[in-house]
């Protein structure tokens, strides 16, 4: 990619805001828009490009504001429209840009749509939502009457019947989640109207919720396909059949056209895609294609997981290089690669790919940091990873809040599964982990609220907390900041090729990344082990330090260090 010309979020970094998690103005317990207005200085000193902001628009809340009921306003839950427009003009003034969150796989079922549609079989909105009768020859209500045998990721069927009609609708998520209907094109220019609306109000675009399962595999006839049996389950796997589906590409290429082009507007478009293939990846992220800037894959962050993500398996070091290093290669000479460890759905990264620990919490995290960043492609920071924050300790099924992980249980325990063993694959991986309040400070609440959190904090936040970490050079917090600049300072960490170096190493993850005659060597340790640097690569003799986890480097890579090198 010629430097000259490079977009500009190729030298950018992006912070997720959990806005229930983050700041809670009010005392509510709740975190809001007030909130994030007050943080915006942390942001700003951070050095972060782009804020991507997860939902705030009116919602039940049954799958914490994924479950959206208006996509053009504010929960009051989380403040007002004028507040928002108050975050549009702070972050601009501060040189930064706005991802909103935007969720059209389904809305709630108390969208003003969703109600006219179920309002009767010949509502002008029927089609606007999967509707579909029974299955051929069973009434409805019967076991297994369900129009196919998906099942939903929060777990039972994802058809749900509607007594008044004897009709099923579909919700891949949660029964109150209907999926929309893109086949209508009305379902599709009803949406791309609400996006040109806050493109229109100074958002600089948007992050898609599970974008690739827009487009279903429909028959001509209407009917959705079986999926393959789930071991042990009546229930079968449909994600063959909504998965990156037949008009994926043409959806997403009619939405650009639609909304984004001819826009004279520095905007961002990141597509969630769990599924998704390199392969696929390059032709969505394919300017040429005009379709998103960038993907959400999710490779790396199953490779320590079984048959489900509560099968929790421990990760082998050559597996994630070779799937970065996969995904780095793939998308060298065409499209881009999106960068993180956690998000609101990932378990805290230095809980599960490092070492939390007292002794190499800090050096892990920041160890971490440095692999991710120095990647080709556009990290995402989620809020608290800058700090170094860890899973909660989570001691019953009661500490649970998470929609997707109660469920899980309450399946389990109907299936007689050992509570125990369950517990433990809640604790590793429940998304509930990310969304523990940002510990601000050593404070009872950690500086989230003055009320009582809804979520508990947990309790190292007296130790681990952005006051404790602001004006320590050593901190994670200080060590997020150095590495930020260095994408903003140095083009070959934005734009560089990249080479993968020891591949079959278990514990030192090392690579290139080379700008024409700039060339970076990476080298991380990610083990308790300490490794003579030299005999692991003589070309690292003599080099620069550009960039250190841990001072005093020396000829040994000690456990947890990470070193940006130059070759002198």
Request: proline share 8%; with cysteine; aromatic share 10%.
């Amino acid at each position: 990619m010629d430097p000259a010309r490079a977009p500009w979020w190729t030298s950018a970094v992006v912070y997720q805001v959990y806005p229930r998690s983050f700041q809670d103005s009010d005392g509510d317990g709740i975190g809001d828009l007030g909130g994030v207005l007050q943080r915006l200085d942390h942001l700003s000193d951070l050095g972060v490009d782009v804020l991507w902001l997860s939902p705030v628009y009116p919602s039940p809340q049954a799958d914490n504001g994924y479950d959206i009921s208006d996509y053009q306003g504010i929960d009051p839950l989380f403040g007002t429209l004028a507040q928002l427009d108050e975050l549009i003009a702070e972050l601009h003034r501060r040189g930064m840009r706005l991802v909103m969150d935007l969720v059209v796989n389904h809305t709630s079922d108390e969208h003003p749509w969703f109600e006219e549609s179920r309002a009767s079989r010949t509502s002008a909105k029927r089609d606007w939502y999967w509707w579909r009768p029974p299955r051929h020859g069973l009434a409805a209500g019967d076991p297994g009457a369900e129009p196919t045998n998906w099942q939903s990721f929060f777990s039972g069927p994802a058809w749900t019947l509607d007594e008044a009609s004897g009709e099923y609708y579909l919700h891949i998520f949660d029964r109150k989640q209907p999926d929309l209907n893109w086949e209508n094109p009305q379902v599709r220019h009803a949406v791309y109207a609400m996006m040109r609306w806050w493109l229109d109000r100074g958002v600089d675009g948007f992050r898609m919720d599970v974008i690739n399962m827009i487009s279903k595999a429909v028959a001509a006839d209407g009917s959705l396909p079986d999926g393959p049996p789930l071991p042990g389950s009546a229930l079968g796997d449909g994600t063959p059949h909504f998965f990156c589906g037949p008009r994926i590409h043409e959806f997403l290429q009619e939405m650009h056209r639609e909304v984004f082009a001819g826009r004279d507007a520095a905007l961002l478009t990141v597509g969630e895609m769990p599924g998704v293939t390199v392969e696929q990846a390059r032709l969505f992220t394919d300017p040429s294609r005009a379709e998103v800037d960038m993907v959400f894959q999710f490779e790396h962050v199953g490779l320590d997981q079984g048959a489900s993500k509560w099968d929790v398996h421990p990760l082998r070091m050559r597996d994630l290089k070779a799937s970065f290093g996969r995904w780095q290669a793939a998308l060298a000479d065409v499209g881009w690669n999106s960068l993180y460890w956690d998000n609101h759905d990932q378990p805290r990264a230095v809980s599960r790919f490092g070492d939390d620990s007292p002794e190499f919490r800090r050096d892990s995290a920041t160890c971490l940091a440095t692999l991710l960043h120095l990647h080709r492609g556009t990290p995402y920071v989620y809020q608290g990873q800058e700090i170094g924050m860890a899973n909660f300790p989570f001691a019953t099924i009661d500490d649970f809040r998470d929609l997707e992980s109660v469920n899980h249980f309450a399946a389990a325990m109907v299936a007689g599964e050992d509570p125990t063993a369950i517990l433990v694959g809640l604790r590793r991986m429940s998304r509930d982990n990310a969304r523990t309040p940002v510990q601000w400070d050593a404070s009872p609440s950690a500086g989230f609220t003055t009320g009582t959190p809804w979520l508990p904090v947990n309790p190292d936040h007296t130790r681990w907390n952005a006051a404790a970490q602001h004006e320590d050079p050593h901190s994670v917090l200080a060590h997020y900041r150095r590495l930020i600049a260095l994408r903003h300072e140095l083009p070959v960490v934005a734009l560089g090729d990249f080479a993968m170096l020891l591949p079959d190493s278990d514990e030192v993850y090392a690579f290139t990344r080379t700008l024409g005659d700039d060339v970076l060597l990476v080298v991380c340790n990610l083990s308790r082990t300490p490794h003579p640097l030299a005999d692991l690569l003589p070309e690292a003799a003599g080099a620069a330090l550009v960039l250190g986890n841990l001072p005093d480097a020396g000829p040994t890579l000690r456990p947890w260090e990470a070193r940006v090198l130059r070759a002198s």
